[in-house]
């Protein structure tokens, strides 16, 4: 073997700053060539590992080229680390690959000696940005300098005048009751020998800001803070730590109030550079003091931050009513730049929406919180302009949006003179898609954008009315999500949350963070914390991530999360308190494992339901869909607990899920499986996807399925539970040519019905407008677009058989009407992909197979597999079984 490990990674960033506590994990990419069956790392101070305190692990039996731990002496705080990989296959050892490095960030609590702190009590600067800042002389230049920041609100951090947070929106939201994020930053070129001059502003964030449906604000606390501690290394050998407290100055600036939902109010003729720089100050500035002392605890960020990922042309034009009308062409979550005239004192209001109304104007009503609804201020910038033009972009707001009007210019702007800032989290996209069908393509295209809009400080249902980190969307969406985008680390990190928010009980509040602040405000929304389908994310996102990353980790970590989730269901099934489970008494002896009590969503959001089934759903508890949960989530959970070696948990929660599946049979499977619960579509669903069915009862259920789509016209009937799984359930019943037919419907209900009408993203509701043209619902919600799993792992043809690709199928769909598609994604392992066509009655594929994995090749009845390579087979379209021709 003479080619080492490549392409280095600690906790699944290159080069990470400012790690925590936890061990890191490793990972690298395999050389082509023989089996590895055995890893070595070194890890160590010196670059060179040449040093007393290198660590090696030694061999380690092991073919994965990912999750292995650190496991050496405690590490040291604010250290930069250096490793170093080899691999060996039998008796041949590669030579150590290059060498990677990380950083760790403040370990200790201990050695966090700076102050938080705010504003001393005074009216006008308790509901205003709060501008920060310090000044320092340095003896000598800085030859390394290190910023670990955070605050109450979110905010940006200067120094000498440079920006060095930008678009970030740190610090992430978090259970801000428990603990919030700092952020590292490299600060060894912003600070020079001489004056120097640190300015922190901090606006409203989640900490203070309007969150959820109810917009309510200060859920958190009242009192913007931060904290600064700055530890520098000077070139005559001297130590410098700066440190945030009461000899800091606090005042006001250019922003006066800026909220992530209801947007920015800024001055423009205000000075924003003076404050920033050396002999600068703030306005109305005061001494700051400490904040009153509170339970929080600081820890290291451990994803990568939210940036600005892609800048959008927009096209500047009249509404009917003379209004400045941009359109970017895309709906997306961001903020607009706007190069805006002088005007001195003159307000102009910016205000942004996903549509417009059928007259060409910006709709701001159509969530009812704009304009004609119940909030003047939804996604809305007001400025003052300055004496002189300026470019204003707003700082910490963002908005949901792919048009913007602009009011109150008494000059047209420029054609060039807008341009859209896409935010979203900094996670590299995985994956490609193409078809045959350009619709195809474009729908793949508006599930990406969905995500990157959702994917921002946290996952949200939608970037503009709740933007709320719902359970229940993730739920449904986190294998899509895995295969768009390194999402691993993002959604370990909302998993992190969810188990700090769970009740003791063993409930799960149905939106993470749960916009809920003990002895300030409750959130009247956990009373569905006994809701299935969302309440178990604690399971399957888990098993999710496991199954598409290999993440072994997660399962250790939120094993605890998982089996408390189970248990409660467990414990309210077999305590009856549903009138209706008592009189109907349908699965006997097995009642006790009925989940019948405590609300649930349901299917929610089926085709032309409402809002009607909140209230079905109060009284009749859907024990159909709460119960399917139950036998499902006991036997994920009973997996789990055998991949962690747990093997008394995975015979318990094995037998759990037994009686369930069955007790399940027993109340709500009729004639043989042509009727089960409600006789809809998701019934069918979760029947086959669950595997909740007796064998002989499969074939029945399937049949009944497809004539329910049938009668509707090829039309789905499914909410956001059983969407994900419709079209998989029918291939695998063998009612391909059906899922393609509901696959390609372009009438409402369908996916591409939302691509015909122009959808750029993926909407709400099926429909998205009503009958008068009025928009409805949000149009960026990816919960429904959870149909590019399908497009990836069955049109394209790549889908995982083991966890993390170690073994993956390929089993393209020739037979869809399609004359060519194909798909890429960066597993683990690496690249594998699969590209098909259909030329003169045969199918030929270009596969790629990543170092380390297998493939198993499926095609009209043809089977194959496939080592590490690239592979051209050519495929009879029709015919007997015969081997693949290879070139």
């Known amino acids: 073997m003479t080619i080492a490990p490549s392409a280095l990674t600690t906790n699944r960033r290159s080069l990470p700053r400012g790690i925590g506590p936890e061990a890191p994990e490793f990972a690298w990419l395999l050389a082509p060539g023989a089996e590895v069956t055995a890893a070595q790392v070194a890890v160590s101070i010196d670059g060179g590992f040449a040093s007393a305190d290198t660590w090696e692990s030694g061999w380690v039996d092991r073919a994965a080229p990912f999750g292995f731990t650190y496991a050496g002496p405690p590490l040291s705080s604010r250290t930069t680390y250096h490793w170093r990989v080899r691999v060996r296959a039998g008796e041949e050892v590669s030579p150590w690959s290059a060498t990677a490095s990380f950083e760790t960030g403040i370990l200790d609590p201990a050695e966090w000696g700076a102050d938080w702190i705010t504003h001393p009590p005074m009216e006008h600067m308790e509901k205003s940005a709060l501008y920060f800042r310090s000044e320092t002389v340095l003896s000598a230049p800085v030859v390394r300098g290190r910023a670990y920041v955070s605050a109450l609100g979110w905010y940006r951090l200067y120094i000498n005048g440079v920006d060095l947070t930008g678009h970030s929106l740190v610090p992430r939201w978090t259970p801000y009751d428990q603990y919030v994020e700092y952020q590292t930053y490299d600060v060894t070129d912003a600070l020079a020998a001489g004056l120097n001059a640190v300015g922190v502003v901090v606006a409203e964030g989640r900490f203070r800001g309007s969150l959820g449906m109810s917009k309510k604000g200060r ?122 005239p002088a005007g001195a004192g003159r307000t102009v209001r910016i205000l942004y929406s996903e549509v417009l109304t059928p007259a060409g104007e910006l709709d701001t009503g159509y969530l009812g919180l704009g304009h004609g609804g119940s909030d003047k201020w939804f996604q809305r910038d007001e400025v003052v302009l300055a004496h002189d033009p300026v470019s204003y972009t707003p700082a910490f707001t963002i908005h949901g949006f792919r048009y913007v009007a602009v009011e109150g210019l ?63 969307d993730i739920q449904v969406f986190g294998s899509t999500a895995a295969q768009l985008v390194d999402a691993d680390g993002f959604l370990r990190r909302y998993l992190r949350n969810v188990a700090a928010e769970q009740y003791d009980d063993g409930r799960v509040p149905p939106i993470i963070p749960t916009e809920d602040s003990a002895g300030r405000k409750r959130n009247p929304i956990r009373f569905s914390s006994t809701s299935v389908g969302w309440g178990d994310v604690t399971v399957l996102l888990p ?27 467990a414990r309210r099934a077999a ?30 959001l089926r085709p032309g339901e409402g809002f009607s089934e909140v209230l079905g759903n109060l009284v009749t508890h859907r024990p159909v869909v709460a119960s399917a949960y139950f036998a499902y989530s006991s036997t994920v959970l009973a997996r789990i607990a055998h991949v962690l070696g747990r093997e008394d948990d995975a015979h318990r929660y094995t037998e759990l899920g037994s009686r369930a599946a069955a007790a399940w049979r027993s109340a709500f499977v009729r004639d043989g499986g042509s009727r089960i619960g409600d006789d809809k579509q998701d019934d069918y669903v979760r029947a086959l996807a669950f595997d909740l069915l007796l064998p002989e009862h499969r074939s029945v259920a399937a049949e009944r399925l497809v004539e329910l789509i049938t009668t509707a016209g090829d039309h789905l009937g499914t909410g956001f539970l059983s ?4 079209l998989p359930a029918l291939v695998e019943a063998g009612h391909e040519d059906v899922a393609y037919r509901v696959l390609f419907q372009d009438t409402a209900p369908a996916w591409l019905d939302q691509v015909k009408n122009g959808a750029t993203t993926i909407w709400e509701n099926w429909e998205g407008y009503k009958e008068d043209g009025q928009a409805k619902g949000s149009h960026n919600h990816y919960s429904f677009g959870s149909v590019a799993r399908f497009l990836q792992e069955h049109i394209g043809g790549v889908a995982p058989l083991e966890p993390g690709y170690r073994r993956f199928l390929v089993a393209p769909a020739v037979r869809s009407g399609l004359s060519c598609a194909g798909t890429s994604i960066e597993t683990p392992y690496g690249l594998a992909s699969n590209s098909w066509s259909i030329n003169d009655g045969r199918v030929e594929l270009q596969v790629t197979v990543p170092p380390g994995t297998q493939a198993v090749v499926q095609v009209g009845g043809h089977d194959r597999e496939l080592e590490a390579g690239e592979h051209s087979l050519t495929f009879p379209l029709a015919g007997p079984h015969q081997d693949a021709l290879i070139s």
């Open 410 to 472: 008494t000059a047209p702007l420029a054609p060039d003179a807008a341009t859209g800032v896409v935010l979203s989290s900094d996670l590299p996209g995985v994956s490609t898609f193409s078809a045959s069908d350009p619709r195809l393509e474009r729908l793949w295209q508006n599930v990406l954008w969905g995500l990157r809009s959702n994917f921002v400080d946290t996952p949200t249902d939608c970037p503009t009315r709740e933007r709320s980190g719902w359970t229940g």
């Open 723 to 726: 969407t994900p799984m419709l």
């Open 575 to 604: 305590t009856k308190t549903s009138l209706r489970r008592r009189l109907s008494g349908k699965a006997g002896d097995l009642e006790a494992y009925i989940v019948d009590t405590g609300y649930h969503w349901g299917e929610w």
């Open 543 to 569: 098993w999710t991530l496991y199954q598409y990353y290999g993440d072994v980790e997660v399962l250790r970590r939120q094993y605890d999360s998982a089996r408390a989730w189970v248990d409660q269901l």
């Open 219 to 340: 859920v958190y606390g009242d009192d913007l803070s931060v904290i600064v501690q700055i530890h520098l290394d000077l070139a005559d050998g001297t130590t410098v730590e700066i440190r945030s407290g009461e000899d800091w100055t606090v005042g006001r600036g250019r922003i006066r109030t800026s909220d992530p939902k209801h947007g920015e109010r800024a001055d423009l003729r205000i000075d924003d550079t003076a404050w920033k720089r050396q002999g600068g100050n703030v306005l109305e500035p005061r001494p700051a003091v400490r904040l009153a002392p509170h339970d929080r605890q600081l820890i290291a960020e451990d994803v990568a931050r939210v940036t600005a990922i892609e800048e959008l042309s927009g096209v500047v034009s009249a509404a009917p009513t003379g209004t400045v009308l941009i359109d970017f062409g895309q709906n997306f979550a961001g903020v607009a730049r706007i190069e805006l």
